[in-house]
Each structure stands twice: as C-alpha cells, then as structure tokens.
C-alpha cells in the first residue's frame, strides 16, 4: 500500500484543485485580431474544433482617432468583451525586414530597418523568430493599438502579419526545387516572396495606386530575379479573385496564375473560399 507524506499529500491535493479550477476556467476559445491603418478584422476560433465562431472586417479611418475608431469596434461585438485562453494581435504593416539568424543581433533591431524603412529614436522595434526556418521578422509594432488592448486583456501575443505569410510560404515550397512565386494582394499594397524548397529568396513589399503599377512591380521583381513569366508560377491571396482585375492584368502576362488553394482548409474551417483567401493570414494565426 503506497503512503503519503501528509505535507506531500495536501500539497498534491492542493495541486488537483488548482488543476481542475484551472480547467473549469478555461473558455477553449481563441481570439485573433489583425489591425491595419485602414481595417481592423477579428476572429474568434474554437480550440478543440479548430472551427471559426464568428469573424467580422472593419473598415477604419486613418484621419480618425485610432481609440474611438476602437472603441466602435469594442461597442458593436460584445463578444470582443469576453474571456479567452489565447489573444493574438497581428499588426497588419509594411514596416518589417526579414534577417537570416546568423545575420541577427536583437540589440540592433532599428539597424535593418533603416535601409528600407523611415525609423525614428522613439520607434518600438521587435521581432518574430521563425524557428522552423531559422529567419527574424523584424518590426514596427502599433504600439498605439497595443496600448489601447492592454486595457480590455491581461495578456496577449502580437507579431507581424508577413511572419505568417513567408511562414506559409515556406511551408508550401517544402520539397519543392522549383521557384515559386506568392503574392498577398492588398487594396493599396502587395507583398510578395520568392522561395524555393523552404529557401527564402526574396520578401518585399509594394505600395501601387493603380494596375499600371501593381503589374510592374510584380514583373519587375520577375525580371530582378531572372524569373521566366513562362515557367514560374504564382499563387495569389488575401483580397482578390479570378474575377479581380488585378489577376487578369497578371494572368496577361505571367501564364502560370492561380489563387492559393484553400479548399482544404473550406471543409475544416466552413467559411467561404473568398474569406478563406482574404483572411487567410487572420486564420493562420
């Protein structure tokens, strides 16, 4: 018969009940946001389905104050008001430049940004650390919209949303010695990464303010590469469709188009296959 010590034995009751208190206190509910200057989008994610409870987009106005823009969000979904297990803020921004780890010096984050991006002393930087490819996504966090959430959770991860995009990337060039091409089109910008066989040849980001200018950055960035329109492909997500006229303007002249398959992730999730795309960084999160 096994005896237990009675200092042991409370300690280890006390243990169980800490334990189930902790497990009648959990929701299993994950709440994703992803917070751009011009859009806010949420998602609320049931972690033992892994199905998408609700999701809703946010048109915001930057000429506003961020706050109130917010706070509108906060008044109209109560849901936003409840308790989670897990808090996810995407920073939906420009501002970032990734650094091979043997490159990295987490002292000097403002350093690789300043080559491409206008940083100030009083910027914030950080970083995401993409284990599986040995990369850093370095950053400029909205601390604004980091504040402000602080007042509403305990706690709460945030990173950038292009971690998530080369990320997935990556994982689709696995086993692949072929070039590819990705693209997640955006209504005033585009980023695009080249890989190869989870190699990372190129990530950047293009602002455009018409047709003229999405096509040529995307064949300009074909040319920069030495990639043939004829053979190497690009896939396609985030705000865009076959019907768009930003794919046909590419269809035009790159003759492997598509848009990335998500029809896996439709009977998982449920959610209809445009959102799947538009949102699919939010839903990776």
């Not at 034995?9 to 917070?35: G, H, P, R």
């Not at 010096?105 to 284990?131: I, R, W």
């Amino acid at each position: 018969m096994r005896v237990f010590n009675s200092r042991k034995k409370c300690k280890f009751v006390n243990q169980i009940k800490n334990m189930i208190q902790d497990i009648t206190q959990k929701t299993y509910k994950k709440l994703c946001f992803e917070v751009a200057n011009s859009h806010l989008s949420f998602c609320v994610v049931d972690m033992i389905s892994n199905k998408i409870v609700t999701y809703k987009s946010y048109a915001i106005n930057p000429k506003n104050v961020l706050e109130e823009e917010l706070w509108k969000v906060f008044v109209e979904n109560p849901i936003l008001e409840a308790k989670y297990d897990d808090v996810v803020v995407l920073h939906n921004s420009n501002l970032n430049t990734f650094v091979p780890s043997s490159l990295f010096d987490p002292n000097y984050l403002g350093s690789y940004l300043q080559y491409n991006s206008k940083v100030f002393e009083t910027d914030y930087f950080a970083f995401d650390y993409l284990d599986t490819y040995d990369l850093n996504n370095v950053f400029i966090p909205h601390t604004a919209i980091n504040n402000y959430l602080l007042d509403h959770y305990d706690t709460f991860d945030y990173k950038n949303c292009n971690s998530i995009f080369v990320k997935k990337a990556l994982d689709f060039s696995k086993n692949n010695d072929t070039k590819q091409v990705w693209v997640h089109f955006q209504e005033d910008r585009f980023e695009i990464a080249v890989t190869k066989n989870t190699n990372l040849l190129l990530f950047n980001t293009f602002t455009y303010n018409s047709l003229e200018d999405f096509i040529y950055f995307l064949l300009f960035t074909y040319e920069q590469l030495q990639l043939n329109p004829e053979i190497i492909p690009v896939q396609f997500l985030g705000a865009i469709s076959e019907e768009s006229d930003a794919f046909k303007i590419a269809y035009k002249y790159i003759r492997n188009c598509s848009l990335l398959d998500v029809s896996n992730l439709k009977a998982v999730l449920d959610v209809p296959e445009k959102d799947l795309l538009k949102h699919f960084i939010l839903f990776h999160s």
